[in-house]
C-alpha cells in the first residue's frame, strides 16, 4: 500500500534515466515505485503534479549554512522546504576552531543532509558583510593544515572535502600560500580541495 503518490508529473531522475510523465509512490517515507496508475482507493494521499516537474532531492554544491555562526549563514532547513534541496554541502563557514559548534547546533539539529568543506583557516569565515569585510586567510597564522587535519579526521562523516578562498579579499598579501596549505591538508586526508 502506498502511503502517498505524486501523480501525473514529469518525473525527471538522470541518475535512473527517467524522463517521462509518471506517478511517485511513497510508502514509509520512501519512494516505492515510479510507473503509470499507481493511485488506487488504499492510498492515503494523492498530489496532482500535472503540469509540473517531478525531481529527486535536489543538491547545493555551494552553500553557507552555518546560521547564526557566520554572517553570511542561511537556515537550511527554511530554505529546503521552498526549494526541494536536501542536501547542502557547506563551502567553508566553519574552520577547526568552530567546526564543533556548527556540527552540533546546525548540522545534528537539522532536518535535511549538510555535508561541509572545512575552511582551512582556523578561524572560518567570520568577517564577510557589507561593513565588515576581512579575509579569513589575511593573517597566514589562521592557515594551520595540523589543525584542519585533526579537526577533519574527528569528523569524516560530514567532513568531503577542505575549503580555501584565495585573492586580495580573502588572502591580503599571503598570495597562493592558504592555497598550498589547504591543498597539504587535503592530501594527508585524501579529500578534494574547493577553491575560490
Known amino acids: 500500500m502506498l502511503d502517498l503518490v505524486i501523480a501525473g508529473g514529469r518525473v525527471l531522475d538522470p541518475g535512473s534515466g527517467i524522463d517521462r510523465i509518471a506517478d511517485v509512490g511513497f510508502a514509509d517515507g520512501k519512494v516505492a515505485a515510479i510507473g503509470d496508475g499507481l493511485v488506487s482507493g488504499a492510498t492515503r494521499q494523492v498530489v496532482d503534479a500535472a503540469g509540473r516537474i517531478v525531481v529527486p532531492g535536489l543538491i547545493d554544491l555551494h552553500s553557507h549554512v552555518y546560521w547564526g555562526g557566520t554572517s553570511l549563514g542561511v537556515d537550511a532547513d527554511a530554505i529546503a522546504v521552498e526549494s526541494g534541496t536536501t542536501t547542502f554541502v557547506d563551502a567553508g563557514s566553519a574552520g577547526a576552531g568552530n567546526f564543533i559548534g556548527f556540527r552540533r547546533h546546525v548540522i545534528e539539529r537539522s532536518t535535511v543532509r549538510i555535508l561541509a568543506y572545512l575552511n582551512i583557516s582556523f578561524a572560518g569565515i567570520f568577517a564577510f558583510s557589507k561593513n565588515v569585510m576581512i579575509g579569513e586567510c589575511i593573517d597566514i597564522r589562521l592557515c594551520d593544515p595540523r589543525e584542519a587535519v585533526a579537526m577533519?579526521?574527528?569528523?569524516?562523516?560530514?567532513?568531503?572535502?577542505?575549503?580555501?578562498?584565495?585573492?586580495?579579499?580573502?588572502?591580503?598579501?599571503?598570495g597562493a600560500a592558504p592555497l598550498d596549505i589547504a591543498i597539504d591538508a587535503a592530501d594527508r586526508l585524501r579529500l578534494p580541495v574547493m577553491a575560490v
Open 152 to 174: 577533519a579526521r574527528e569528523h569524516l562523516d560530514v567532513v568531503v572535502g577542505l575549503k580555501v578562498r584565495v585573492g586580495r579579499i580573502a588572502g591580503g598579501t599571503s
